[in-house]
């Protein structure tokens, strides 16, 4: 079963806009006490990630922990996600507004994956994306190496005085607002570290709108999934030769499925704004949610280089163009 816990806020949360202190992969909550699940590894920085006193706190939403709740337990069903029944939950707000949350799901100190989920304007939450490790975004000790690499701050433990830190999260984007003492604030892609342009984060939330995605509404319960079974797509900039192929015809999510099935990995690419959304990146599998009313089936499509990252077909199609990658020459 399951475990849902209720963060207070006081202690730990991704969305700090004050000095933090840097530690584990994630933050580990306050009142998760027999969650060491949320920690990883980190001895050169074991302080963890803090907001300050006076904050704002809050609760988890009732409906987002049982949906969630709902989401996990469906996608523990599956190979690739087995090791998630049963798992402990924990959550993050993310900005900004705390629009959307970011679920930790661990198990005996280790990570798991993770989702996110954002809220709706209509009301309810829509699941934005999730995948298993070892690719898990918002990590403070990587964004903490790559800003001390750059010469941004000491490479020591700990924050120079008056730095802000937000966790943020637009439609597949994923990001670190990093505000330097004296300087424009700078966005930080939270799973690639990239340094975005001032345009990234406007140009992907604008995705969101009139999308397919999976919901909590109207007692939505999700049945059996399916999946393609790959080991991930590798690096598009291997062979460039998928930038001479043709865009495909992908107009749904059954189009992708069979383009998948049939030929291997795809690329994703967004001209003109692969920054927004870390693109190109490969598509090398399928997850097709089935509504339990008669509402049509979603899809969601296993990115990245190990394919474990998986997002709304339809933001996808809204957003880019899928390409064949070329295949092995016998």
């Known amino acids: ?160 005085a008056n730095v802000q830190i937000q966790a943020q999260y637009s439609a597949m984007l994923p990001v670190w607002k990093v505000t330097l003492p004296g300087k424009p604030a700078m966005h930080i892609n939270a799973l690639t570290l990239e340094l975005l342009p001032a345009n990234a984060v406007s140009s992907s939330t604008s995705t969101a709108a009139r999308t397919a995605v999976v919901t909590n509404q109207n007692g939505l319960r999700l049945e059996a999934s399916s999946t393609v079974a790959k080991k991930g797509g590798g690096d598009p900039y291997d062979d460039l030769l998928w930038m001479t192929s043709p865009r495909l015809n992908i107009r749904r999510g059954d189009d992708l499925l069979k383009a998948v099935a049939s030929g291997g990995s795809l690329i994703f690419t967004a001209p003109g704004r692969n920054a927004s959304y870390g693109a190109p990146f490969a598509v090398s599998g399928v997850h097709t949610w089935s509504p339990a009313a008669s509402a049509p089936a979603v899809s969601y499509a296993a990115t990245g280089r190990a394919g474990t990252r998986y997002l709304p077909v339809s933001m996808l199609m809204a957003a880019g163009e899928f390409h064949a990658r070329p295949r092995a020459s016998s």
Not at 99 to 111: E, F, N, P, T
């Open 1 to 160: 079963m399951v475990r849902m816990v209720s963060l207070a806020l006081k202690v730990t949360a991704l969305t700090c806009a004050v000095s933090c202190a840097w530690g584990p992969a994630v933050p580990q909550s306050a009142a998760a006490a027999g969650i060491s699940a949320a920690k990883a590894a980190s001895p050169a920085r074991a302080a963890l990630l803090r907001i300050a006193a006076g904050s704002d706190m809050q609760a988890v939403p009732a409906p987002l922990e049982s949906f969630a709740g709902s989401v996990v337990r469906e996608l523990s069903t599956q190979s690739e996600f087995q090791q998630w029944d049963g798992a402990t939950i924990v959550y993050y707000p993310l900005g900004p507004g705390t629009h959307s949350w970011l679920a930790i799901v661990a198990r005996d100190g280790k990570q798991l994956g993770y989702l996110i989920f954002t809220a709706r304007e209509e009301g309810g939450y829509m699941l934005s994306e999730y995948g298993g490790g070892p690719a898990i975004p918002y990590s403070s000790d990587a964004l903490h190496d790559r800003l001390a690499e750059d010469g941004l701050i000491p490479d020591q433990p700990g924050l120079p």
